[in-house]
């Protein structure tokens, strides 16, 4: 099927996939565990190690939803990211299987640190048909429902982590560069904290559905936090993402049900967000404390934020797929030269400073690449929600000013779906430096943010004229 320009409105897949009469509105959710073996290596960090304890299991969770007209599915994976093979080739199976569009299923990662890698085969293969699989049983669960949404503020655990320093004080970057004007993660506490470089969203989103009766079928939230890790030596999890689920399902009194309740935390544009306060100092936690006390301050936010929804028996759906081209990065001639000496000498047994050793390889790496790809963007409207997609960790001020421009109020904003390309800042933020704006860090060019945000909006635009 075609992706580029494929708006899927989908009626014809509805009718063969025995849909209802276009005046119900149905609703299914389902999940399939993804929890990898002991042994392979957690990701999430420069330094790697093999995971030795599963601490929480890792899912993939969904939800579907049908107008009588339109489905769509929105699928969460408990996974650091995963290449665009993963997206593109599960959701292939799920149209052949479904006939179900692609094109109207969203799939995303947290982007939590405490998993293993879905670029390594055997569990990209593991994870590409479970996300499939968890799709086809949340439409086998399809069954009549209303739906309803809301947002609610949780601002303690939001903190940009980029700060401007006092001049001089900025260490020099990987490429030897002294340019840089913001750091990622100062010091805590350090005298030489000037001001955060960029804003915060602490808005929750949440779209809920529930049985005619008042039972809860599943719910979608969206909340704008990288993670906040703190888990106990190699261990597996999926962080404060399925904390807030567990929490979620509790305090809606949503246990043992059949078919079963399904909480989704899905990860909003947290590229330059975290859980720490750089002006106070560190707290003493327990392994997984910091997570748990996210978790449940959000859920509490969330549950204050559900109990005011108004429930509608129907609303309109629909979605856009489609692909944005960009170019690619490409190192300067004096960068590729220099990352190619430090490679040398590592050859030669010189080992180099961690970061410049990592960097050199990607420099390299990066001066291969095509000077351009086509990259997926999505769009969804569920009544009067709006829902975007970036295959990146967008800054977050990127989807605050989409939220302000949409024409849907509420709309969410979905980071790492469809894949991942790395970071994605603002043009005014690539000047300032810092990691996320390394070549390597960052693998797009300089204008990406903007002919995405103007992408998307149009995108929005058409989704809002068809009623």
Same mark, same amino acid.
């Given at each position: 099927?075609?992706? #580029?320009?494929?708006? =899927?409105?989908?009626?014809? /897949?509805?009718?063969?996939? *025995?849909?209802?009469? $276009?005046?119900?509105? @149905?609703?299914?959710?389902?999940?399939?565990?993804?929890?990898?073996?002991?042994?392979?290596?957690?990701?999430?960090?420069?330094?790697?190690?093999?995971?030795?304890?599963?601490?929480?299991?890792?899912?993939?969770?969904?939800?579907?939803?049908?107008?009588?007209?339109?489905?769509?599915?929105?699928?969460?994976?408990?996974?650091?990211?995963?290449?665009?093979?993963?997206?593109?080739?599960?959701?292939?199976?799920?149209?052949?299987?479904?006939?179900?569009?692609?094109?109207?299923?969203?799939?995303?990662?947290?982007?939590?640190?405490?998993?293993?890698?879905?670029?390594?085969?055997?569990?990209?293969?593991?994870?590409?048909?479970?996300?499939?699989? #968890?799709?086809?049983? =949340?439409?086998?669960?399809? /069954?009549?429902?209303?739906? *309803?949404?809301?947002? $609610?503020?949780?601002? @303690?655990?939001?903190?940009?982590?980029?700060?401007?320093?006092?001049?001089?004080?900025?260490?020099?970057?990987?490429?030897?560069?002294?340019?840089?004007?913001?750091?990622?993660?100062?010091?805590?506490?350090?005298?030489?904290?000037?001001?955060?470089?960029?804003?915060?969203?602490?808005?929750?989103?949440?779209?809920?559905?529930?049985?005619?009766?008042?039972?809860?079928?599943?719910?979608?939230?969206?909340?704008?936090?990288?993670?906040?890790?703190?888990?106990?030596?190699?261990?597996?999890?999926?962080?404060?993402?399925?904390?807030?689920?567990?929490?979620?399902?509790?305090?809606?009194?949503?246990?043992?049900q059949d078919p079963p309740f399904i909480s989704i935390m899905s990860n909003g544009a947290s590229g330059d967000i975290n859980n720490i306060d750089f002006t106070r100092p560190g707290e003493k936690l327990p392994p997984y404390g910091k997570m748990r006390l996210v978790a449940n301050d959000v859920a509490q936010k969330a549950l204050a934020a559900y109990q005011t929804i108004q429930w509608r028996d129907r609303v309109t759906l629909g979605a856009v797929f489609e692909e944005i081209e960009l170019k690619y990065r490409r190192p300067t001639p004096e960068q590729l030269e220099r990352a190619q000496a430090i490679l040398d000498?590592?050859?030669?047994?010189?080992?180099?400073?961690?970061?410049?050793?990592?960097?050199?390889?990607?420099?390299?790496?990066?001066?291969?690449?095509?000077?351009?790809?086509?990259?997926?963007?999505?769009?969804?409207?569920?009544?009067?929600?709006?829902?975007?997609?970036?295959?990146?960790?967008?800054?977050?001020?990127?989807?605050?000013?989409?939220?302000?421009?949409?024409?849907?109020?509420?709309?969410?904003?979905?980071?790492?779906?469809?894949?991942?390309?790395?970071?994605?800042?603002?043009?005014?933020?690539?000047?300032?430096?810092?990691?996320?704006?390394?070549?390597?860090?960052?693998?797009?060019?300089?204008?990406?943010?903007?002919?995405?945000?103007?992408?998307?909006?149009?995108?929005?635009?058409?989704?809002?004229?068809?009623?």
């Amino acid at each position: 099927m075609k992706r #580029t320009g494929m708006i =899927a409105w989908a009626s014809a /897949a509805a009718l063969a996939l *025995g849909a209802c009469a $276009a005046d119900t509105f @149905r609703a299914g959710a389902a999940r399939g565990n993804i929890t990898p073996e002991l042994g392979q290596a957690i990701v999430g960090n420069f330094l790697t190690s093999p995971a030795n304890h599963v601490h929480d299991d890792l899912w993939v969770r969904c939800i579907a939803l049908d107008d009588g007209t339109t489905r769509v599915a929105f699928v969460v994976c408990d996974l650091l990211q995963f290449g665009r093979e993963v997206s593109d080739e599960a959701r292939r199976l799920v149209q052949e299987e479904t006939g179900l569009p692609a094109g109207n299923i969203l799939v995303s990662a947290i982007h939590t640190h405490s998993g293993t890698s879905a670029y390594q085969d055997a569990y990209r293969k593991v994870v590409v048909r479970r996300i499939a699989d #968890t799709v086809r049983c =949340a439409l086998n669960n399809l /069954a009549p429902a209303r739906i *309803g949404w809301a947002t $609610a503020s949780e601002p @303690r655990h939001v903190n940009n982590r980029r700060w401007y320093l006092k001049p001089g004080t900025v260490p020099a970057n990987p490429f030897g560069g002294t340019n840089d004007v913001v750091k990622m993660n100062p010091d805590r506490c350090s005298k030489d904290l000037v001001k955060p470089a960029g804003p915060t969203d602490p808005e929750i989103g949440l779209i809920a559905v529930q049985t005619p009766e008042g039972r809860p079928i599943a719910l979608f939230a969206n909340y704008t936090l990288h993670y906040v890790g703190g888990v106990r030596g190699s261990d597996i999890s999926a962080d404060y993402f399925g904390m807030f689920n567990d929490r979620m399902q509790e305090l809606l009194g949503a246990d043992r049900q059949d078919p079963p309740f399904i909480s989704i935390m899905s990860n909003g544009a947290s590229g330059d967000i975290n859980n720490i306060d750089f002006t106070r100092p560190g707290e003493k936690l327990p392994p997984y404390g910091k997570m748990r006390l996210v978790a449940n301050d959000v859920a509490q936010k969330a549950l204050a934020a559900y109990q005011t929804i108004q429930w509608r028996d129907r609303v309109t759906l629909g979605a856009v797929f489609e692909e944005i081209e960009l170019k690619y990065r490409r190192p300067t001639p004096e960068q590729l030269e220099r990352a190619q000496a430090i490679l040398d000498l590592k050859k030669a047994g010189t080992e180099p400073k961690l970061l410049e050793g990592i960097y050199a390889e990607r420099t390299v790496s990066m001066s291969k690449q095509s000077e351009s790809g086509k990259f997926p963007l999505q769009a969804f409207r569920i009544g009067e929600v709006g829902i975007v997609t970036f295959p990146n960790e967008p800054f977050c001020e990127i989807g605050l000013e989409l939220k302000r421009r949409s024409p849907f109020k509420p709309t969410f904003v979905v980071e790492l779906a469809h894949g991942s390309f790395g970071y994605l800042p603002t043009p005014e933020q690539h000047k300032l430096g810092g990691y996320e704006t390394w070549l390597g860090s960052n693998r797009l060019e300089v204008e990406a943010s903007p002919k995405m945000i103007d992408r998307l909006l149009t995108m929005l635009a058409r989704l809002q004229k068809r009623e």
